[in-house]
């Protein structure tokens, strides 16, 4: 079977035993980066020497075929740098080839600087949306935040140092300087740090330079009060656009807190 394991994201200590003992028993490995694995390998103790193989980005592609005929025969290890492979990460498309063949994928659980984030930043937990590394470029940067604004999901959002500060601004032009955030830096690690604040206090503080493994959370888009009738109207225009109705009464009642369905009812009185 095809095994995809959580390594650490910075602390040592959150290995899991199940981790330990698959990298003790494991004959391949495949790996986002084989240095990394013979580093956390030593550092764990663990003397075992398994068959490692290269997994990333850009062989991804070309490897799923030959780990998941490996794994018709015995277990692959997968992991990633940190965290879960898959997320951000390499795994998806071998998952998605192992899948396709009927190869069994199974998973290790373990720490997640996504779900670590998202806990500790305050913001609300109880619907939120990933949406993985920001774009480099600033144009397209502020066309993502823009078409997010009404999001009412708290958002996850991976970051590299040298762009946040320029990402915070261009986050408070597309979803309002008021809006909460929270800059979590070096999660599980010596030196951990969660800012908080809105996204116009997060970028004033950014702006000085930042350090370490970031995850940006900002907060999702209040519920705008629109008139039931003006509601109705968005849906429509929606639908003129190309939108399923029942698509556009869902999107219009998560940033007006109309009900989808009477939305849905109410744009079928109006079309008649």
């Not at 998605?96 to 009927?102: H, K, L, R, Y």
């Amino acid at each position: 079977m095809i095994i995809l394991a959580a390594t650490p994201i910075g602390n040592l200590g959150d290995a899991s035993r199940r981790l330990i003992e698959a990298l003790q028993t494991a004959k391949v490995v495949a790996a986002e980066d084989t240095r990394t694995t013979q580093r956390l390998l030593a550092a764990l103790g663990i003397d075992n020497r398994p068959r490692l193989i290269a997994l990333h980005d850009h062989n991804e592609k070309d490897r799923a075929p030959e780990l998941v005929e490996l794994a018709r025969d015995g277990d692959v290890l997968v992991l990633s740098d940190a965290g879960m492979p898959t997320v951000s990460d390499p795994g998806y498309g071998l998952v998605a080839a192992a899948a396709a063949a009927g190869v069994v994928v199974t998973a290790i659980p373990g720490p997640s600087a996504v779900l670590t984030a998202l806990a500790v930043s305050g913001l609300p937990t109880d619907r939120f949306t990933f949406e993985g590394f920001v774009p480099r470029k600033p144009g397209e940067r502020a066309s993502v935040f823009r078409s997010l604004a009404n999001e009412p999901r708290t958002m996850v959002f991976f970051e590299a140092p040298t762009r946040v500060a320029a990402t915070l601004a261009d986050m408070a032009g597309g979803f309002g300087d008021d809006r909460r955030a929270a800059v979590c830096r070096e999660l599980t690690k010596l030196h951990e740090e969660v800012a908080r604040g809105t996204l116009a206090e997060l970028a004033e503080w950014a702006a000085a330079g930042v350090r370490g493994e970031l995850v940006i959370v900002v907060a999702g888009a209040a519920p705008r009060e629109v008139a039931f009738p003006d509601a109705v109207t968005q849906v429509l225009e929606l639908v003129r656009s190309g939108t399923r109705l029942k698509d556009a009464a869902g999107e219009v009642a998560a940033h007006t807190g109309h009900s989808s369905r009477e939305l849905y009812q109410g744009a079928l009185a109006v079309r008649g």
